[in-house]
């Protein structure tokens, strides 16, 4: 490779150039200086390791043979060390052998330059890691940036969730709530309708990540701008869908589940567009509240809605979820699911409904065994006293 070529490559740098022979050292500066790199010089391991830590080079030339600390102890030490494991090591040694090599790389380094050197073969290797560093480093940048933005858009998201659950002498509600990263499509409210009257949303927004988390929050403004009180269960899903027309035509769609709940008559109206629905735990049985669904919303028009009423009990629990909860899966595949919803459920007896979610949420974790979850996660539990 031309000499020109290989300065044109390598971003200028700070290289560390380590080797106990005066001349070799004099070679190497007068080989690597006309890059417009920042050249750093030591005669032994110890002073390169002193520099290295002071210095922070982006590159280190490293002699292998030298007196007292040779070369792969110092780069044993260098890459034991938190402020100078990044630097990119090379060695240079008159031992060509494969095993010597071996051990290097081993070692940590990135390459092995046989000696007597040549400009050419330094300036190009040296051209080639600095580049391929260089870029690792903006990459690295690039995804810490975007990591950071992603967590504040978490934690903006957070601020739109219901920041209390509604206070009733008849009926108590409990939340819980996770993303499988930063920002998700999960989105669950609870509207005071009036006259011990509730409105309960849950919804889920196909897919993860920035996307969902934008949909969810335009749900949660449609749904915080209905017209008069949302007291008719499809009426809501219908206003909610045709706000997405412009969805219509996408890949991107939502389940939705919508009820009403009268806690001083005791029952429940509710109606469900592909959403799951609701655990009811009476007692010692936990059964699915029976209800037909629709399509799912932001597809397509919605046609006929079902609303099923259903009357309810003192005592009874219910447990509104998305699918996050009973598709999280422990570290050999195996899922949650709805049975084990259940009888995490039926466990909870007649606690407090924040306590019936930490109860059932624990189980789950114990079971996820700190498997990570692959989708947003809501629960919520509502109980009448």
Same mark, same amino acid.
């Given at each position: 490779?031309?000499?020109?070529?290989?300065?044109?490559?390598?971003?200028?740098?700070?290289?560390?150039?380590?080797?106990?022979?005066?001349?070799?050292?004099?070679?190497?500066?007068?080989?690597?200086?006309?890059?417009?790199?920042?050249?750093?010089?030591?005669?032994?391991?110890?002073?390169?390791?002193?520099?290295?830590?002071?210095?922070?080079?982006?590159?280190?030339?490293?002699?292998?043979?030298?007196?007292?600390?040779?070369?792969?102890?110092?780069?044993?030490?260098?890459?034991?060390?938190?402020?100078?494991?990044?630097?990119?090591?090379?060695?240079?040694?008159?031992?060509?052998?494969?095993?010597?090599?071996?051990?290097?790389?081993?070692?940590?380094?990135?390459?092995?330059?046989?000696?007597?050197?040549?400009?050419?073969?330094?300036?190009?290797?040296?051209?080639?890691?600095?580049?391929?560093?260089?870029?690792?480093?903006?990459?690295?940048?690039?995804?810490?940036?975007?990591?950071?933005?992603?967590?504040?858009?978490?934690?903006?998201?957070?601020?739109?969730?219901?920041?209390?659950?509604?206070?009733?002498?008849?009926?108590?509600?409990?939340?819980?709530?996770?993303?499988?990263?930063?920002?998700?499509?999960?989105?669950?409210?609870?509207?005071?309708?009036?006259?011990?009257?509730?409105?309960?949303?849950?919804?889920?927004? +196909? /897919?993860?990540? !920035? %996307? $969902?988390?934008?949909?969810? *929050?335009?749900?949660?403004?449609?749904?915080?701008?209905?017209? =008069?009180?949302?007291?008719?269960?499809?009426?809501?899903?219908?206003?909610?869908?045709?706000?997405?027309?412009?969805?219509?035509?996408?890949?991107?769609?939502?389940?939705?589940?919508?009820?009403?709940?009268?806690?001083?008559?005791?029952?429940?109206?509710?109606?469900?567009?592909?959403?799951?629905?609701?655990?009811?735990?009476?007692?010692?049985?936990?059964?699915?509240?029976?209800?037909?669904?629709?399509?799912?919303?932001?597809?397509?028009?919605?046609?006929?809605?079902?609303?099923?009423?259903?009357?309810?009990?003192?005592?009874?629990?219910?447990?509104?979820?998305?699918?996050?909860?009973?598709?999280?899966?422990?570290?050999?595949?195996?899922?949650?699911?709805?049975?084990?919803?259940?009888?995490?459920?039926?466990? +909870? /007896?007649?606690? !407090? %409904? $924040?306590?019936?979610?930490? *109860?059932?949420?624990?189980?789950?974790?114990?079971?996820?065994? =700190?498997?990570?979850?692959?989708?947003?996660?809501?629960?919520?539990?509502?109980?009448?006293?």
């Amino acid at each position: 490779m031309p000499i020109e070529t290989a300065h044109a490559i390598a971003p200028p740098s700070t290289i560390l150039v380590v080797d106990d022979s005066a001349t070799n050292l004099q070679v190497l500066v007068r080989t690597l200086n006309p890059g417009g790199h920042r050249i750093l010089a030591a005669r032994d391991g110890a002073s390169a390791l002193e520099i290295a830590r002071k210095a922070k080079p982006d590159l280190i030339l490293l002699d292998v043979m030298m007196p007292g600390m040779d070369g792969f102890d110092v780069c044993r030490a260098i890459k034991s060390e938190p402020g100078t494991r990044d630097a990119a090591v090379i060695f240079l040694s008159a031992r060509g052998e494969v095993a010597d090599k071996v051990s290097g790389l081993e070692l940590g380094a990135i390459d092995y330059i046989t000696k007597p050197i040549q400009a050419e073969e330094v300036l190009a290797r040296v051209g080639v890691h600095l580049s391929r560093l260089h870029l690792e480093r903006a990459l690295r940048q690039s995804r810490d940036r975007l990591d950071r933005e992603l967590a504040s858009a978490g934690r903006m998201q957070q601020l739109i969730l219901p920041p209390a659950m509604p206070v009733h002498a008849s009926v108590g509600f409990g939340t819980f709530y996770q993303t499988s990263r930063y920002a998700g499509g999960d989105y669950y409210d609870v509207l005071p309708l009036g006259e011990g009257r509730f409105g309960i949303l849950v919804t889920d927004v +196909s /897919g993860h990540g !920035a %996307p $969902a988390a934008i949909v969810m *929050a335009m749900i949660r403004a449609v749904v915080h701008t209905y017209p =008069g009180t949302a007291d008719d269960p499809p009426a809501v899903l219908h206003y909610l869908n045709r706000h997405f027309r412009f969805l219509w035509e996408t890949p991107m769609y939502a389940t939705a589940l919508y009820g009403v709940l009268d806690a001083s008559r005791r029952t429940l109206r509710l109606s469900s567009a592909g959403h799951p629905l609701p655990l009811l735990c009476r007692g010692t049985e936990v059964t699915t509240l029976p209800g037909d669904t629709s399509l799912c919303v932001l597809w397509q028009e919605l046609g006929e809605v079902p609303c099923v009423e259903h009357t309810l009990a003192a005592g009874d629990r219910l447990a509104f979820f998305t699918d996050g909860i009973t598709d999280r899966q422990a570290a050999d595949g195996a899922m949650f699911d709805l049975d084990r919803l259940a009888a995490a459920l039926q466990r +909870s /007896g007649t606690r !407090a %409904p $924040a306590d019936v979610a930490a *109860a059932i949420v624990a189980e789950l974790d114990a079971f996820a065994g =700190g498997h990570e979850p692959d989708d947003d996660q809501t629960l919520l539990i509502v109980g009448l006293d």
